[in-house]
């Protein structure tokens, strides 16, 4: 709101939490949740040592771009995630209401073995591995970020899709008790993305546990998300608790909100610009500042490799 | 306080003057700070366009403020005002010549040409410049009732206005900001429509 956003512009200082004792509040929290999660048995793949927040992976050197990885404190500060509101500093501020556990996550739709998976089952289903993406948004801006998780494919594989299954749909949680943004009718709830089986099933697609060494702040799409680097942001779905396997093309949240702009496939690239701006370039957060250019962004956000699953489409069409 | 008094007058326009730029000196002091963002650049074109719309705002209160507190004197903060409206939308422009193409303008122009968003806010702008010209006492003299004429533009340019911040939002659905701003644009231009229907039922009422 117009008033709101004069006050963002300066918070009166005695609004501003101090730095270390905004630290010591996350210690806090982190240890109340630990305590919490101590009592239900503690998951493996959160380390005893160190912070409880901690998750460890495996760097996987395939899937780890040169790029500078983001500072943690962009990445996790500049979000657009709805759920929570529109600015990009509301997720931060507001996501601290989400409640990660316990969690479930129902698999089912065109496949042999349904399920409902609870986190503990998820961080268990393959090994955990490090991977540093690339992330566009459709906005024009770019992070690269390190990632924890493993291929969907693990998973798909595990539920056996049925011959029908042709596309995957992923909805994430809608709860307005959780999610203030939720109340507001800007996107009709809950978020639906959706991939093709042939793109879900890439080994670069990613589903999602943990960023920075860390589990997924909530602000960031906790506790699971999608992570597809080829394609604009909001194509990885966030906070997921359901994914459905499909006959046919799963009708997307922003697809249905603005189908003009946002086509179902929203592959990164700098041919096919959206309706409002260019798609040519876009700013890395953190590094390309107020005296240097925006960098080019590259086709596929530099992942030539799943250029294959597109031959022979026409990508301006299906943009 | 019908007229203010000279002395009195000088010291309201210092005061509102620095007033007028505190919304710069703090970005600038954040600026310094590093505490602009993640994405510092995206910030300063969005306070720098908020700030030339509250301006384009608190311009156009002028007028009706005047007529229901009878406060006179306040006709002369509007061209501060105005003036504070254009230099809000110069550093917007500027942004976006700099930070969005780097001072290239053939990259700008095709922008501006391609994107109705911004052909509309470059528009806005262009519009600012003649009203910003004429605004020295010497000029606006010579212009006699020209000016007045001219300086209807404002109005246009608020229409134009409310249609850039509407458009750039639409594509994220992100509306509730332009659509407060549309109300009160609405409301300060509705204001002057109901003000000269009554003026023109007056003027031609029969005896």
């Known amino acids: 709101m117009l008033i709101r956003r004069v006050r963002f512009v300066q918070p009166p200082a005695s609004e501003i939490t101090p730095r270390p004792l905004a630290e010591s509040r996350r210690l806090f929290l982190g240890q109340l949740a630990a305590g919490a999660l101590s009592v239900s048995g503690l998951p493996v793949a959160l380390s005893a040592e160190g912070s409880s927040r901690s998750l460890s992976a495996t760097l996987n050197p395939t899937y780890t771009a040169k790029d500078k990885p983001t500072r943690f404190d962009d990445a996790s500060t500049y979000n657009n995630f709805y759920e929570f509101g529109m600015d990009k500093a509301d997720p931060a501020m507001y996501a601290g209401s989400l409640k990660t556990r316990p969690w479930a996550v129902r698999i089912d739709g065109e496949i042999k073995k349904p399920l409902t998976l609870d986190l503990d089952a998820l961080l268990k289903l393959a090994p955990l591995e490090e991977r540093l993406y690339r992330l566009r948004c459709v906005e024009g801006w770019s992070m690269a970020i390190p990632w924890i998780g493993y291929s969907l494919a693990e998973l798909i594989r595990k ?52 960023m920075y060494g860390q589990v997924l702040p909530n602000q960031n799409g906790a506790p699971v998300r999608l992570v597809v ?50 798609q040519a370039t876009e700013r890395r957060i953190g590094e390309d500042g107020l005296f240097t250019r925006k960098r080019k962004t590259l086709m596929f956000n530099g992942y030539p490799e799943v250029g294959s699953l597109y031959a022979g489409m026409d990508l301006k069409k299906f943009f | 306080m019908q007229m203010l008094l000279p002395q009195r007058l000088r010291h309201v326009k210092l005061a509102l003057f620095a007033a007028a730029l505190s919304p710069l000196l703090h970005v600038v002091y954040l600026g310094v700070q590093d505490r602009l963002g993640a994405n510092p650049i995206e910030f300063v074109t969005r306070a720098s366009g ?101 300086h209807q533009l404002i109005y246009l340019i608020a229409v134009l206005a409310v249609l850039h911040f509407w458009w750039m939002r639409a594509g994220k659905n992100n509306l509730a900001d332009p659509l407060l701003f549309g109300a009160v644009i609405a409301l300060l231009l509705g204001y002057r429509l109901v003000d000269r229907w009554h003026a023109y039922q007056a003027s031609h009422r029969p005896d």
């Open chain 2, 50 to 150: 908020d700030w030339a719309l509250y301006f384009l705002c608190f311009t156009l209160t002028i007028t009706p403020l005047r007529r229901f507190t009878g406060m006179n004197g306040l006709l002369k903060l509007r061209r501060m005002l105005g003036l504070y409206t254009f230099f809000y939308a110069c550093l917007h422009v500027v942004c976006f010549l700099w930070f969005d193409h780097f001072f290239d303008v053939e990259a700008m122009w095709r922008d501006v040409l391609k994107r109705p968003f911004i052909t509309v806010g470059f528009a806005a702008f262009v519009l600012l410049l003649p009203l910003a010209a004429t605004s020295p006492d010497r000029i606006r003299r010579w212009l006699g009732r020209r000016w007045a004429v001219l």
């Open chain 1, 159 to 210: 539920v056996e899709p049925t011959g029908n299954a042709k596309f995957i749909e992923f909805s994430s949680l809608a709860d307005p008790a959780q999610m203030r943004g939720v109340n507001s009718r800007v996107l009709d709830w809950p978020y639906v993305e959706g991939l093709r089986l042939d793109e879900a099933n890439h080994p670069l697609t990613l589903l999602c546990l943990g």
């Open chain 1, 229 to 278: 680097p080829w394609k604009y942001g909001f194509k990885s779905a966030k906070s997921i608790v359901r994914i459905r396997f499909t006959e046919q093309q799963p009708r997307t949240a922003w697809g249905r909100a603005a189908p003009e702009e946002y086509g179902f496939y929203s592959n990164v690239n700098p041919e096919v610009s959206h309706p409002r701006w260019s």
